[in-house]
Every structure is written in structure tokens, then in C-alpha cells.
């Protein structure tokens, strides 16, 4: 993937319970710092230890950190959408998971279930799958 892709799209996550959001969230640097972006480094050059190797905060992260501040005794029982966006802000099919960091979070938290808009369609997986699933990505 291209720098300019990277810096263009952008991943919105919106979590439902009964029909309404109760948090929502879209990957980027914390802060909105600029001094924290390192989206372009190569991720062999950090040391195995450096657990995650991305700069920007998961849009995943954001809208449960929203949950937690808005709804935080909305999130049990409640589903996770996440869309990849182009940069004229069209909706991208999703790869199959391999997130650990944010498939962990979401199943700590108490949510549901994680849609995914794929090219076989849309697919809803329950939390603790989707854990499953992305440990065993590759
Ligand atoms: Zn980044
Ligand atoms: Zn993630």
C-alpha cells in the first residue's frame, strides 16, 4: 500500500445497540499530533518487542474509548461496524481480520459482535470468534 493511500483512508467504526450509536470513532495520530506520525516507517524497523507497530490510535480504539466516555453501560450486548473508506469517502471491503489489538479490546469490553463488509458480503462475527480469527490470520 502507497503512503498517500495510507494518509487518505480512513477507517470509521460506529458501535449499535438498539438502533442507536452509542460510540463512534476514526483512525488516526493521538492528539491529532503531528509529531507522533511515523505512518510511513518500515514496520521491520522496530525491535520484536515494540507490540504495536502502528502510529495512529485504531479507529476501533476511538469509538470504545467514545463508548466508555458516552454509553459506558451501553456496551455490553452491542455490535461493532467497521468501514474502510476511500478518499471520496466510498465505503472498501474489508480484509479478514487480523487486528488483535482491537479484537481483543472489542471482546474485553463487552461488545457483541464485529460486522465486516467483505467480497462475499456482509459478515457478522461474534466477539470471541473474531478474536479467534484474527490470531489465526496468515
Ligand atoms: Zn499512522
Ligand atoms: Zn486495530
Known amino acids: 500500500m502507497r503512503l498517500s493511500q495510507l494518509v487518505k483512508e480512513r477507517n470509521v467504526v460506529l458501535i449499535v445497540k438498539l438502533d442507536k450509536i452509542i460510540g463512534s470513532g476514526f483512525n488516526g495520530l493521538p492528539q491529532n499530533l503531528e509529531s507522533q506520525r511515523r505512518c510511513s516507517y518500515l514496520k521491520e524497523s522496530y525491535h520484536e518487542k515494540v507490540t504495536d507497530k502502528t502510529c495512529c490510535v485504531h479507529a476501533e480504539q476511538r469509538a470504545i ?3 466508555l466516555r ?3 453501560d ?5 455490535r461493532l461496524y467497521f468501514v474502510r473508506l476511500d478518499d471520496c469517502g466510498k465505503p472498501l471491503r474489508a480484509g479478514e481480520p ?3 489489538i482491537c479484537s481483543k479490546m472489542v471482546l474485553d469490553v463487552g461488545i457483541d459482535e464485529f460486522v465486516l463488509w467483505h467480497e462475499k458480503g456482509i459478515c457478522v462475527y461474534d466477539s470471541g470468534e473474531y478474536n479467534l480469527l484474527s490470531f489465526q490470520f496468515g
Do not use: Q
Open 65 to 67: 474509548m467514545d463508548a
Open 70 to 72: 458516552k454509553n459506558p
Open 74 to 78: 451501553k456496551l455490553s450486548g452491542s
Open 98 to 100: 487480523y487486528c488483535t
